[in-house]
């Protein structure tokens, strides 16, 4: 039985509806991302569980608990804010206290509360400062010192990172993670970088117009999205239409109007009516040399219409029969000039078939 289940949930404001029949499952100890675009519904999903919002049909089962229409402040969970909401008149370690003292603990146990989660969001030391004296990232570590002092069942972040720069998000997502994992709490994250949650998350559910559209392991994901749209999140720039699919053991073959693709089938078997491939550009090989053996199956004949210079790569964006694909090569080599024929090629095991 799952710590957390969302049950055929829907959500909307008057006419307007956000979540549409949602299923989500979250283990005990389990830190699982909502990611997708602006408006797919995850930070709606994150208030109703939160208890910002009720659920117009559908159920939310906590602990084996029917949760749907328990008030916030009957539910013990913890939430960081993106705009960390600190109490700016209050010191640090008044901040973290603040959830103590409305529980009415005593003020020895509040000491010690507080001073341990101090130390363990390495803060130790701050506590007589206020928070226009921190950093950013030490703001947001006394934000989630706050939500965790409170020992909450269930802790959820809602993009926490956003406010800060490339260097610090990169350090704090690993503080997060290291003090999930080291406190064994389970999470829900939500953000728009895909980055951020492949490398902090147990799972990621991408949403999609407030439905979730795949949920599994990062790695997983991003070697085998289920959909066209998944696959473009992610980084999979590259789609072929196919008129025909044969299966023949572990490979499959399929048809376009121009040549052959030959693929290993992708965990999870896809529809029988799928004849939609995806390929990252990185994963496309590009031949100069065209002759007779670079034109049977996985192979395509293209003429370089733009070349971008990324630093480390060179993207080429190359016009062929079946239409136009990006190309990533490597930026050591000598560029391409626009007009060049050219050659693709499509490694079999990095074809993805997608619905």
């Given at each position: 039985?799952?710590?957390l289940?969302?049950?055929h949930?829907?959500?909307?404001?008057?006419?307007?509806?956000?979540?549409?029949?949602?299923?989500?499952?979250?283990?005990?100890?389990?830190?699982?991302?909502?990611?997708?675009?602006?408006?797919?519904?995850?930070?709606?999903?994150?208030?109703?569980?939160?208890?910002?919002?009720q659920?117009?049909?559908?159920?939310?089962?906590f602990?084996?608990?029917?949760?749907?229409?328990?008030?916030?402040?009957?539910?013990?969970?913890?939430?960081?804010?993106?705009?960390?909401?600190?109490?700016?008149?209050?010191?640090?370690?008044?901040?973290?206290?603040?959830?103590?003292?409305?529980?009415?603990?005593?003020?020895?146990?509040?000491?010690?509360?507080?001073?341990?989660?101090?130390?363990?969001?390495?803060?130790?030391?701050?506590?007589?400062?206020?928070?226009?004296?921190?950093?950013?990232?030490?703001?947001?570590?006394?934000?989630?010192?706050?939500?965790?002092?409170?020992?909450?069942?269930?802790?959820?972040?809602?993009?926490?990172?956003?406010?800060?720069?490339?260097?610090?998000r990169?350090?704090?997502?690993?503080?997060?993670?290291?003090i999930?994992?080291?406190?064994?709490?389970?999470?829900?994250?939500v953000?728009?970088?895909?980055?951020?949650?492949?490398?902090?998350?147990?799972?990621?559910?991408?949403?999609?117009?407030?439905?979730?559209?795949?949920?599994?392991?990062?790695?997983?994901?991003?070697?085998?999205?289920?959909?066209?749209?998944?696959?473009?999140?992610i980084?999979?720039?590259?789609?072929?239409?196919?008129?025909?699919?044969?299966?023949?053991?572990?490979?499959?073959?399929?048809?376009?109007?121009?040549?052959?693709?030959?693929?290993?089938?992708?965990?999870?078997?896809?529809?029988?009516?799928?004849?939609?491939?995806?390929?990252?550009p990185?994963?496309?090989?590009?031949?100069?040399?065209?002759?007779?053996?670079?034109?049977?199956?996985?192979?395509?004949?293209?003429?370089?219409?733009?070349?971008?210079?990324?630093?480390?790569?060179?993207?080429?964006?190359?016009?062929?029969?079946?239409?136009?694909?990006?190309?990533?090569?490597?930026?050591?080599?000598?560029?391409?000039?626009?007009?060049?024929?050219?050659?693709?090629?499509?490694?079999?095991?990095?074809?993805?078939?997608?619905?």
């Amino acid at each position: 039985m799952s710590l957390l289940s969302l049950n055929h949930v829907s959500v909307g404001y008057g006419q307007n509806t956000i979540l549409k029949d949602l299923n989500l499952n979250v283990e005990k100890g389990e830190l699982v991302s909502l990611l997708g675009p602006s408006g797919c519904g995850k930070t709606t999903t994150l208030r109703l569980i939160a208890g910002f919002l009720q659920a117009k049909t559908g159920q939310f089962l906590f602990n084996n608990k029917n949760y749907t229409r328990v008030p916030i402040n009957k539910r013990h969970f913890g939430f960081v804010f993106q705009n960390y909401a600190l109490f700016p008149h209050l010191t640090i370690f008044d901040n973290v206290a603040f959830g103590l003292r409305l529980r009415k603990m005593d003020k020895k146990t509040i000491e010690k509360k507080v001073r341990d989660i101090l130390q363990i969001v390495n803060l130790n030391g701050f506590e007589k400062r206020f928070p226009a004296e921190l950093s950013g990232g030490q703001r947001q570590r006394v934000a989630i010192a706050r939500a965790l002092v409170i020992e909450p069942d269930l802790l959820l972040f809602d993009e926490p990172l956003s406010n800060l720069d490339a260097n610090l998000r990169i350090a704090m997502r690993e503080e997060i993670r290291r003090i999930q994992q080291e406190l064994g709490i389970t999470a829900i994250y939500v953000s728009h970088d895909q980055e951020e949650c492949f490398s902090i998350s147990d799972k990621v559910a991408i949403l999609n117009h407030g439905m979730i559209e795949q949920i599994d392991q990062p790695k997983a994901i991003y070697q085998y999205p289920k959909t066209e749209f998944v696959a473009q999140f992610i980084g999979f720039k590259n789609f072929i239409t196919c008129t025909k699919r044969d299966i023949h053991g572990n490979e499959a073959v399929f048809s376009t109007t121009h040549g052959k693709f030959r693929t290993k089938m992708s965990p999870g078997t896809k529809s029988e009516t799928s004849l939609k491939l995806a390929i990252r550009p990185e994963d496309i090989e590009l031949y100069t040399d065209i002759h007779s053996d670079t034109t049977g199956e996985n192979f395509l004949t293209g003429q370089i219409q733009l070349s971008t210079f990324l630093g480390k790569s060179y993207q080429y964006k190359v016009l062929t029969p079946l239409g136009v694909f990006h190309v990533n090569c490597s930026s050591e080599t000598q560029p391409l000039a626009v007009g060049t024929t050219i050659n693709l090629f499509f490694p079999m095991d990095k074809l993805v078939n997608v619905d």
